[in-house]
T-cell receptor
Framework: RKEVEQDPGPFNVPEGATVAFNCTYS??????FFWYRQDCRKEPKLLMS???SGNEDGRFTAQLNRASQYISLLIRDSKLSDSATYLC?????????????FGTGTQLKVEL | NAGVTQTPKFRILKIGQSMTLQCTQD?????MYWYRQDPGMGLKLIYY???????DKGEVPNGYNVSRSTTEDFPLRLELAAPSQTSVYFC???????????FGQGTRLTVV
């Protein structure tokens, strides 16, 4: 089983739609969680951290369910500029220190 | 601040050649990482370091070597380049635990 699993997509949605991405992780000892955004041929950049209480940043809402080892990202009122790949990232503490593990990413295409 | 700087941005190698990908950060981060990303795929961890003098293998370390003699620098060495090492290589850094990772702009390597 992969450490971090995501549906690769692509998700093709019209502008203004609401879209949700899911991610599961296998290491129950994982400590922190993030969503990164990656534009084509660019480096990943942090979109938002994910907290157990859930957190919202404008049109973006992230949720964490530790019992189910599940993370979600909801994007409301999609914009053309939201088209990108969204990476689920899990931070686990190993004997050697922190290790960031990336999912393969979910591709989003927002269309007119 | 420059953040994380990678050089070179592009490189073509012949099979069997060697090279070093340079990575330096000016944020005084303890943690540094090397990832590779194949076309249409997620990021795979090659090596990481939790501080100067300490390195550890990631998911795909074969064919690579690293060193961490200073906090700032984390070079990745390819010995005997193979076509399977054609990829985009990203270097990243972060503070210990539960914090955002910052990425360099990537090195696009082609082995022919």
């Amino acid at each position: 089983r992969k450490e971090v699993e995501q549906d690769p997509g692509p998700f093709n949605v019209p502008e203004g739609a609401t879209v949700a991405f899911n991610c599961t992780y296998s290491n129950s000892a994982s400590q922190s969680f993030f969503w990164y955004r990656q534009d084509c041929r660019k480096e990943p950049k942090l979109l938002m951290s994910v907290y157990s209480s859930g957190n919202e940043d404008g049109r973006f809402t992230a949720q964490l369910n530790r019992a189910s080892q599940y993370i979600s990202l909801l994007i409301r009122d999609s914009k053309l500029s939201d088209s990108a790949t969204y990476l689920c990232v899990v931070n686990s503490f190993t004997g050697g220190g922190n290790k960031l593990t990336f999912g393969t990413g979910t591709q989003l295409k927002v269309e007119l | 601040n420059a953040g994380v700087t990678q050089t070179p941005k592009f490189r073509i190698l012949k099979i069997g050649q060697s090279m070093t990908l340079q990575c330096t950060q000016d944020m005084n981060h303890n943690y540094m990482y090397w990832y590779r990303q194949d076309p249409g795929m997620g990021l795979k961890l090659i090596y990481y370091s939790v501080g100067a003098g300490i390195t550890d293998k990631g998911e795909v370390p074969n064919g690579y070597n690293v060193s961490r003699s200073t906090t700032e620098d984390f070079p990745l060495r390819l010995e005997l380049a193979a076509p399977s090492q054609t990829s985009v290589y990203f270097c990243a850094s972060s503070y210990p635990r539960n914090t955002e990772a910052f990425f360099g702009q990537g090195t696009r390597l082609t082995v022919v």
